[in-house]
């Protein structure tokens, strides 16, 4: 894997990670313990719905769930840039 298959998320101030493309936002959370609220993983419920603030993602699965437009789900995206998020 590369530095460009990798992004840096930012969750606060004193707390970032490194994410990986090949993997959605919420695996690569759940990789390094960050717990994460979610069901059905697809994109379907809107359970992992999170404050997206800087940044941008790519959705592997259309999400079926309703998000704001600040909004994104963890379960069936991953990061194309660095990512600022707020989690519930």
Same mark, same amino acid.
Request: one cysteine or more; glycine letters at 4%.
């Given at each position: ?11 606060d101030e004193q707390t970032s990670l490194t994410c990986s493309k090949d ?5 690569? @959370?759940?990789?390094?313990?960050? !717990?994460?609220?979610?069901? &059905?993983?697809?994109g379907f419920c809107g359970a992992c719905r999170t404050k997206l603030l ?9 999400? @079926?769930?309703?998000?704001?437009? !600040?909004?994104?789900?963890? &379960? ?13």
């Amino acid at each position: 894997m590369t530095q460009d298959d990798r992004f840096v998320i930012h969750l606060d101030e004193q707390t970032s990670l490194t994410c990986s493309k090949d993997k959605t936002l919420l695996e690569s @959370l759940e990789a390094q313990q960050v !717990d994460v609220h979610y069901h &059905c993983r697809e994109g379907f419920c809107g359970a992992c719905r999170t404050k997206l603030l800087e940044g941008e993602v790519e959705y592997v699965t259309d999400p @079926l769930a309703f998000i704001d437009d !600040d909004e994104i789900l963890p &379960c069936c995206c991953v990061p194309v840039s660095d990512l600022k998020i707020r989690l519930a």
